[in-house]
């Protein structure tokens, strides 16, 4: 039997049933849900991706009549999904408004509502910056019913609003159908005829395998869901990640100078000047004067964003310190990336002779951290703490008449330390990563091509490492036994389930394995109709990143929901390329649903994770290191309370630097579920500006419509793309008919327009019957083109082979094209077995 460790499955427990409902549910596929995300990224496609409204830029959609920001607001059915803010000190308190209603449903202090003390803003869906390293998240779902709004009462800095919107009249999944995932640990299970539970199976065994070769575990028979995976290479060391010495230290920066006055022993051969300093901000160059004279120029070059604390030293020379009982110390600013900053001093002394009668020279024991009474250089020589001073605190200040010209910035910052690194430990991690990184997981479905294929390192999301990950998808534990890896992902199939190990490494790989598996009778018929999607594990590989182009992750044609990412993601030390955005654009439209402010917001954190490693129940960053001149990253990302649906295609891309500038080594797995088939079909398309196409679809408008000529392009990766379309511009009321497929389940009306018009709001209404709010809030005058999707219910279109649509804007409206793109079922081929002597379709 497999030793799994006892500690796992308690944890198993406790998230099948806080997790569970959720988890059960990825599977399932549902084309009437549209995912959304507002943000504060920079709209002209820089890298200011905050707000700033005294540089006329604000990063919000617009002010309430109560003077409030306003990030995000959708008219129809949906759910607040998730939240994520960082640099929240101005943002006040966060409001959210429900279905119209005037007086705010949630209002707290934005601290508050991530501090996992106010329902429903509770732990494990709420983290604050400390657990999140430096990010605010919420995963809470707020469902909606007519619309919500969310306002912060002071400006934000940078944020993401995520929410869904849903096909009023969507079908629901059967009731039938949703022994799809693992029922919960106080249940007690059954046989499957019983009608009252789940039996589940699990199967156990050992594999040695051979270099280049490849190792099957035992195949399942389906239907059934393959619900737990665990591994354990015995080989295999799990550590937790190295972290530096954590400091929370106030201080100053300047572009101009400071002053202070330190004590000296008089009896010395010179004095060391030891600063702590904020090393993330690079090259900080001054020059240094004792008593009014210079004695030299004080350099720090370089950067690390990754452990900002430095101890830089500057060695005064006896022939301005020899005497003298204190020295009145000048830094004048000469250049910075920024500025210069200061957080501590300490003062050591050179002594004349290292052996004195002083007691605490004499038994101080010698140490290289700086405020220790004694250290010793890197000549192994002995220095003396005579004094130092304290940075941002007013007595130490005071009591060494500090003074200060050109402030730039005084606060406080919480940073590590670069850690130190066990030279024998870091072998074993290279050796043990070497074995993830060469042992490939491939699994299919059905006799289907292969739909998992990715190394253990990136797939257990311990690429850098490795180290622990406890998430609630995935879990990297040590054990007694070895490295433990756990998956927890829902993988449905209808007749047969093959899993193998590939081993691309230089030796043998011994690998132990569990696979649990239950029954799901109602499976084939749920996949022949595409109401289940299979579980698929995409890998890419780019180094070095392609410059100029979007790093791509996922880029798959059908129908199917993104529900995950884990990447490791290697750059230069000064971790630059975090400063990516990740753009995901679906169905086909040029513009982005969701488009993001920087990876390490993307995946939770915040200011480069600057609280170091972390793993979360849906996102973390559990692995750092830099080596070699190279900075490597290990994070990931689960879309479990915030799935991305796509009907037929998803394309997500992140940048690699502020504008794919930043050569780098990506590689990733994208999770998700899908069928091999489009749920949505183009049936018919009008130009509102082309006279002919007017005719053609009877269309009527009231009030002015100016034909226009507009050349820009569309905001994220096809920003560098100019080109020239013509649009109605107009302020009445418009009608015009489309032609539908009789047999749709719902229409996707997709429209593009200009959005360096402004906020664009209007009623639409099918056959004379409401249809809703059709709002465009966002307004972008560099990247003027967007596509916009209105949901378009069945109960209005199903069983229509014409519809007349109605626009009645309030204020202007632009149109350019307009497409009606049909929900249909998809027939992604049999989920059983073709009856012998009939042709299959499947291919």
């Not at 549902?30 to 540089?55: I, K, M, V």
């Not at 005579?386 to 050109?406: C, F």
């Not at 679906?586 to 939770?604: L, N, R």
């Not at 009608?735 to 749709?744: G, M, R």
Request: charged share 20%.
């Amino acid at each position: 039997m497999i030793p799994v460790r006892a500690a796992n499955d308690a944890a198993g427990s406790v998230e099948a049933e806080i997790y569970g409902p959720l988890i059960s549910q990825l599977p399932r596929l549902q084309p009437g849900r549209l995912a959304g995300q507002f943000s504060s990224h920079d709209r002209s496609g820089g890298n200011r991706d905050w707000s700033e409204e005294q540089a006329g830029r604000p990063g919000y959609l617009y002010r309430d009549r109560y003077g409030h920001r306003v990030l995000a607001e959708v008219k129809g059915e949906g759910a607040l999904t998730r939240l994520w803010f960082t640099g929240i000190d101005r943002v006040g308190n966060i409001r959210i408004y429900i279905d119209n209603d005037s007086t705010p449903t949630y209002d707290l202090p934005v601290r508050e509502l991530f501090a996992g003390t106010h329902p429903p803003f509770l732990r494990p869906w709420v983290f604050d910056d400390t657990l999140s390293s430096g990010g605010f998240v919420s995963y809470v779902r707020i469902p909606f019913q007519r619309s919500f709004k969310l306002t912060t009462t002071g400006e934000p800095s940078y944020y993401h609003v995520g929410y869904e919107i849903v096909m009023p009249d969507s079908t629901a999944a059967p009731a039938a159908a949703d022994k799809l995932a693992p029922r919960a640990a106080t249940e007690t299970a059954t046989s499957p005829s019983a009608g009252s539970g789940v039996k589940a199976e699990t199967t156990t065994g050992e594999l040695v395998i051979p270099p280049g070769q490849a190792a099957s575990l035992p195949a399942l028979t389906g239907p059934a869901v393959l619900t737990r995976l665990v591994l354990i290479l015995p080989d295999v060391s799990i550590v937790p990640p190295d972290t530096g010495r954590r400091v929370h230290d106030d201080g100053r920066a300047f572009t101009g100078y400071s002053e202070f006055t330190v004590e000296i022993e008089p009896e010395n051969q010179g004095v060391r000047l030891i600063r702590r300093l904020d090393y993330g901000i690079g090259d900080q160059t001054a020059l240094v004067y004792v008593d009014g004279e210079q004695a030299g120029w004080w350099s720090t070059p370089g950067s690390d964003t990754a452990y900002n604390w430095r101890e830089a030293a500057f060695d005064i020379p006896a022939e301005y310190t020899r005497g003298k009982s204190s020295l009145r110390i000048r830094i004048q600013f000469v250049s910075s990336r920024i500025d210069w900053n200061e957080f501590y001093y300490w003062v050591y002394t050179r002594p004349v002779r290292e052996a004195s009668s002083n007691a605490v020279w004499a038994t101080a024991a010698p140490a290289t951290e700086a405020g220790q009474p004694v250290i010793q250089d890197e000549q192994g020589a002995t220095l003396i703490l005579t004094d130092s001073l304290d940075v941002g605190n007013a007595s130490s200040e005071a009591a060494h008449r500090y003074q200060i010209a050109g402030q730039k910035w005084q606060g406080d910052r919480d940073f590590q330390y670069p850690p130190v690194v066990d030279k024998e430990e870091e072998a074993r991690r290279t050796a043990s990563l070497e074995i993830l990184s060469r042992v490939w997981l491939e699994a299919s479905w059905d006799d289907q091509p292969v739909a998992v294929q990715a190394p253990l390192s990136l797939f257990f999301a311990t690429p850098v490492g490795p180290h622990p990950v406890d998430s609630a998808l995935i879990q990297a534990a040590a054990t007694g036994a070895g490295a433990q890896l756990t998956s927890r992902w829902p993988m449905p199939f209808a007749r047969r389930a093959e899993l193998r190990l590939k081993n691309e490494g230089s030796r043998p790989a011994r690998v132990l394995f569990a696979v649990t598996s239950e029954a799901a009778p109602g499976l084939p018929g749920e996949i022949a109709q595409a109401r289940v999607g299979y579980f698929h594990a995409t890998y890419r590989r780019e180094n070095p990143t392609a410059s100029g182009q979007d790093y791509t992750i996922l880029e798959v044609d059908g129908l199917g929901k993104l529900v995950g990412v884990s990447m490791r993601l290697a750059g230069p030390t000064s971790r630059w390329y975090l400063e990516g955005d990740e753009r995901i654009r679906v169905d086909g439209s040029s513009t982005p649903i969701i488009y993001g402010t920087g990876t390490e917001d993307h995946f939770g954190g915040g200011w480069y994770f600057n609280r170091g490693p972390f793993s979360l129940p849906f996102h973390g960053a559990p692995g750092h290191t830099v080596s070699g001149g190279q900075d490597v990253t290990g994070v990931y990302r689960w879309f479990v309370t915030d799935p991305v649906t796509f009907r037929n295609g998803i394309a997500y891309s992140i940048e690699h630097g502020g504008q794919n500038e930043t050569t780098c080594d990506y590689e990733s797995v994208a999770f998700w579920y899908g069928v091999a088939a489009s749920a949505l079909v183009l049936t018919d398309e009008f130009r509102p500006a082309d006279t002919t196409d007017q005719s053609i679809h009877g269309w009527q408008a009231t009030g002015t419509a100016e034909r226009k000529l507009l050349v820009s392009s569309y905001e994220g990766p096809l920003d560098r793309y100019n080109f020239q379309d013509a649009g109605l511009y107009q302020s009445g009321r418009s009608k015009f008919v489309l032609s539908l497929d009789p047999a749709n389940r719902g229409v996707v009306l997709r429209r593009r327009l200009d959005q360096g018009a402004g906020a664009q709001i209007a009623t639409v209404k099918i056959d004379g019957r409401p249809a809703g709010v059709w709002a465009n809030l966002e307004k972008n005058t560099d990247h003027r083109f967007a596509d916009s999707d209105f949901l378009l219910p069945a109960s209005l279109t199903q069983g229509r082979s014409r519809v007349e649509i109605e626009i009645e804007p309030v204020g202007i409206w632009t149109s350019f094209l307009y497409q009606a793109y049909c929900l249909v079922e998809p027939s992604p081929g049999p989920a059983h077995p073709p009856v012998p002597g009939e042709e299959s379709d499947e291919r």
